[in-house]
């Protein structure tokens, strides 16, 4: 009795199965926080030129601008994105980007109606501005890596 096993048997399959089932525990909550992180990136890109007009207004003026008509910039609900519902230059020079998950804007619902900022300090020796990122209110895990370092 030579008999050829073709297949698989069940147990193999089970086995099979509960592999793939732990792999995608571990990886589908990992994917989420990295799409989060790449959403609040968002800011930083549509932040660069606002950091631009701001440090150009400083070194002309020896004044932060104080809003986003002083640095020369559309108004906040203007300058959108995504994932980023508006852009807005406060006093001392801050910009405030703030997510949104109401239509256009599709942020996720962890990072909705939050704020990252961005502040400007001029540097003494140079005249040049650096700018440090923080937020009170995003969860840490999912800001930009130059946001949970210090300045840029």
Known sequence: MNTLQ???TL???M????I???????AIPAYQDYTIRAQVGECTTLAAGAKTAIAETFQNTGTFPGDNTAAG????????GKYVSQVAVLAGGTVNC???ATAPQRANAAID?????????ATSTSGSVTWTC???TINQRYLPTICRTGTN
């Open 134 to 136: 923080s937020s009170a």
């Open 113 to 121: 109606g939050q704020i990252l900022t961005l502040t400007p300090a």
């Open 11 to 13: 147990i193999e399959l």
């Open 20 to 26: 793939i089932a732990i792999l995608a525990a571990i």
């Open 73 to 80: 910039l559309a108004a906040a609900n203007a300058i959108t």
């Open 98 to 100: 703030t997510f949104s």
């Open 15 to 18: 086995i099979v199965v509960a």
């Open 6 to 8: 073709k297949g698989f």
